[in-house]
């Protein structure tokens, strides 16, 4: 398991000016991944540092050991290469970054200028070769305010407190394109007894934190929970986009389908479980009444720190917003520690049958919802199913996505004695089905 050390010292300071802002990103005690190119040039993978991204493997020559083969990996357009290395070089990277970017040594500035380009200046692209994309419902506020839209005297499900609900997306669903096709599917509108294959007309976001697989699990042998953050290589932002009219006529018996797998969006930059040490927190309090776990649920360090502090916040700016000049509108903050299942429940769950994980496979926290209207992570939630639409600052009335509109997700963990540390931007455009076609 990752632990405090040098890397976290919030008294480091960076040669790169940017990475020392107060309000940055990518402070030096972050360097999260990202997979970059520049025109002509091939994708590998870059660290952000400030606004600027390092190409790893171009100083490869300069490091030892484990951490010459991990920046060696980073020739590769994506992370699972480095992945594959396992987590001690992984660790020696990091350690390996942190101290060639640090003011330290600043004699190390000269040699690594020519492999620093302005992250402004280069394409950023999906960082993960993804095999295997798992959705949970993790958020007990979601899943009630979402319950509660159909099932007003009973909206908790009875399976939701003993185990972490979840189902299976496409992975080739999963990218980082900024423009997302408005879904085309089967709804059946009011009044009508037969459903129509029309537009989506009720799109949504949804507001959730990635967690990315960097060691594979065995076949038949489940993941204990104690174990769990140890084959957690990052953590992305997440948007899983959703049509709630198709959901509505498809999702039942067997639950989500085509209501989610036309698009998924992830941040680009993948924060590493090692940056995120400082930010681990208890997880959240079940509550006197909650059902005693089974075994295979249940770690007590676990309960100790298995959440994770980390601020999600939503803004959305409609094409008039934009043609106005103005900035985006935000809609509501949230954070992940409020989740009712931890990330080392999610995966000890998913592989409690057998089944396994490969290095690679993305598991998303379902929609992250506070207790209210302000940290809900959906429209569904906010405008309480379309019935209480929520004004712009344009005058506009929004109850779901129209086409322009442009959502923005943010993160980042801020804890007193630490440097704040943060995950970019997950961002969408709406487009029309024609614009697709």
């Known amino acids: 398991m990752s632990k405090l050390n040098a890397s976290h010292d919030p008294a480091l300071r960076s040669w790169v000016e940017s990475a ?19 025109q002509g040039e091939p994708i590998r993978i870059g660290v952000g540092i400030g606004d600027q991204i390092v190409d790893v493997s171009a100083l490869s020559e300069w490091f030892d050991g484990d951490a010459r083969a991990a920046a060696r990996a ?22 390996a970054l942190s101290e060639m970017l640090s003011t330290r040594q600043v004699k190390n500035a000269a040699k690594v200028r020519d492999a620093l380009y302005g992250q402004d200046d280069v394409q950023l692209h999906l960082p993960v070769r993804i095999g295997g994309y798992t959705d949970f419902f993790s958020s007990i506020e979601h899943a009630e305010n979402a319950g509660r839209l159909f099932r007003p005297n009973a909206p908790l499900l009875p399976n939701y407190k003993h185990l972490p609900i979840a189902y299976n997306g496409r992975a080739n669903s999963v990218g980082c394109a900024m423009e997302i096709a408005r879904p085309a599917g089967q709804i059946r509108v009011d009044g009508e007894d037969k459903p129509c294959y029309l537009p989506s007309q009720r799109l949504d976001y949804e507001v959730e934190l990635g967690g990315y697989i960097g060691t594979a699990s065995q076949p038949g042998r489940p993941v204990q929970v104690g174990d769990a953050w140890d084959y957690f290589f990052g953590f992305s932002l997440l948007n899983d986009w959703s049509a709630r009219d198709i959901q509505a006529w498809e999702y039942q018996p067997l639950g989500p389908f085509l209501a989610k797998s036309f698009a998924t969006s992830v941040s680009p930059w993948v924060v590493t479980v090692d940056a995120l040490v400082p930010y681990r927190v208890a997880a959240r309090d079940r509550g006197p009444e909650a059902p005693t776990l089974l075994p295979h649920l249940h770690d007590a360090a676990d309960r100790v720190a298995g959440g994770v502090n980390v601020s999600l916040e939503l803004h959305v700016r409609s094409a008039r917003m934009v043609a106005e000049g103005r900035s985006p509108m935000l809609l509501s903050q949230g954070n992940a520690s409020t989740l009712y299942w931890t990330f080392a429940q999610m995966l000890a769950h998913h592989t409690s049958n057998g089944s396994a994980v490969d290095a690679g496979d993305l598991l998303g926290s379902g929609t992250v919802s506070g207790a209210d209207r302000g940290a809900w992570g959906s429209l569904l939630e906010i405008t309480r199913g379309g019935a209480d639409p929520l004004i712009l600052p344009t005058g506009e009335l929004r109850t779901f996505l129209a086409d322009g509109d442009e959502v923005v997700i943010k993160g980042f963990c801020e804890r007193q004695g630490f ?17 697709r076609a």
């Open 74 to 95: 980073c020739a590769q357009p994506v992370l699972n290469c480095l992945m594959l290395l396992g987590t001690p070089a992984r660790q020696a990277l990091r350690a």
């Open 20 to 38: 020392d802002a107060a309000d940055t990103d990518f402070s030096i005690q972050n360097l999260p991944f990202a997979a970059f190119s520049r």
């Open 419 to 435: 440097a704040r540390i943060g995950f970019g931007q997950c961002r969408g455009v709406i487009h029309s089905v024609a614009a």
